[in-house]
């Protein structure tokens, strides 16, 4: 698998599995009706770092980002996103694509990463507690669910 920066034209196959999973409203806070327009300016904005891992035939199978989480004196913490095309789960893509931003991340001088919103019904709380990220909080009820109902919304962090 190739980790590497997106470019524009990586879009077309980043959006089929963006689309899918912000539609599934399971695991992300952005609407599921999001528009593609507005889902490339969410992902893509040149604000962000944006990666994509490619499998051996070069299909973008994941793609995920960094970003300051904050401005000014406290734009040295970190944000990022991950997305991975759920019919390639279960082959390590998603622990790679953190592996890579969190190292890419310390090399860029953050000190710090956080994830503002993740919902506690997520499986990827598995892998970022077995990265080093730790639960700082829980925001309760704050998700809609389409399953579970109202679910809460943890505030993650690890130091870089």
Do not use: C
């Not at 993740?118 to 909080?137: D, H, K, M, Q, Y």
């Amino acid at each position: 698998m190739l980790i590497r920066e997106a470019a524009a034209e990586d879009w077309p196959q980043i959006w089929p599995f963006w689309h899918r999973i912000v539609a599934a409203a399971e695991t992300y806070a952005w609407g599921p009706d999001t528009s593609e327009e507005d889902a490339r300016a969410l992902w893509m904005s040149p604000a962000k770092r944006v990666y994509v891992a490619e499998d051996d035939t070069g299909a973008v199978v994941g793609s995920a980002y960094a970003t300051p989480n904050y401005g000014g004196p406290a734009a040295g913490v970190a944000n990022a996103g991950f997305m991975v095309d759920p019919d390639q789960a279960g082959r390590g893509i998603g622990r790679a694509l953190a592996e890579h931003v969190l190292e890419a991340a310390t090399a860029a001088g953050y000190r710090a990463m956080v994830f503002n919103a993740v919902v506690e019904t997520n499986p990827a709380v598995g892998l970022w507690t077995s990265l080093g990220f730790r639960i700082l909080g829980t925001v309760p009820a704050a998700f809609e669910h389409p399953r579970h109902g109202l679910v809460g919304l943890h505030i993650m962090y690890r130091a870089l």
